[in-house]
């Protein structure tokens, strides 16, 4: 994704699990959809975002320096 620091919008969102899977849910039927083309990059990586972050709450890594 091409980014110019003058034009980008950033979103950072904190939420429950519950709520990060109906996100992802709802992310997943927009881009399928296909009704906004010009965000299907943005609702890929929300898709892989939210994905990645679901997992690690679900199966918490077994390392790293939160696992002491």
């Not at 110019?4 to 849910?25: F, H, I, K, S």
């Not at 892989?48 to 320096?65: A, F, Q």
Request: aromatic share 6%; with cysteine; hydrophobic share 35%.
């Amino acid at each position: 994704m091409e980014q110019d620091g003058a034009n980008t919008v950033y979103c950072d969102n904190q939420m429950p699990l519950a709520q990060g899977r109906e996100l992802l849910e709802l992310v997943s039927a927009l881009r399928e959809s296909k009704a906004h083309p010009s965000l299907d990059r943005v609702f890929e990586h929300i898709q892989d975002e939210l994905s990645t972050s679901i997992d690690i709450v679900e199966n918490p890594p077994t390392w790293g320096p939160w696992c002491q």
